[in-house]
């Protein structure tokens, strides 16, 4: 669950599942100790400031979103289908 994670990166976890919640919580801490890898969480509410703050760093490179599937909005039914069965290993995007 690295993703590719450069060396010294941090590994920022946002939503998912409850199943990839407990492995983030779980095993992470773990990478941390005895690893050159970080991870954070980010739950909070989010609001316009924060969004366009990230759609910021997405644009300078700073971040770099890890999309697993996309599916089209006619396809929404698979989607979180496929998302609630806990096998993305990124996000799950509904393009419109």
């Known amino acids: 669950m690295t993703f590719g994670l450069i060396r010294n990166g941090i590994f ?8 990839q919640m407990f492995q983030a919580m779980t095993l992470w801490p773990w990478f941390s ?5 970080k991870m954070g969480s980010f739950l909070q509410r989010q609001n316009q400031s924060d969004l366009n703050f990230i759609k910021e760093l997405i644009e300078v490179g700073k971040i770099t979103p890890v999309i697993d599937k996309r599916f089209k909005l006619s396809e929404i039914h698979e989607a979180f289908k496929y998302f609630e069965q806990g096998h993305a290993q990124g996000k799950v995007v509904i393009t419109i």
Do not use: E, R, T
């Open 33 to 37: 100790l005895f690893g050159n890898k």
């Open 12 to 19: 920022v976890h946002v939503g998912g599942s409850g199943a």
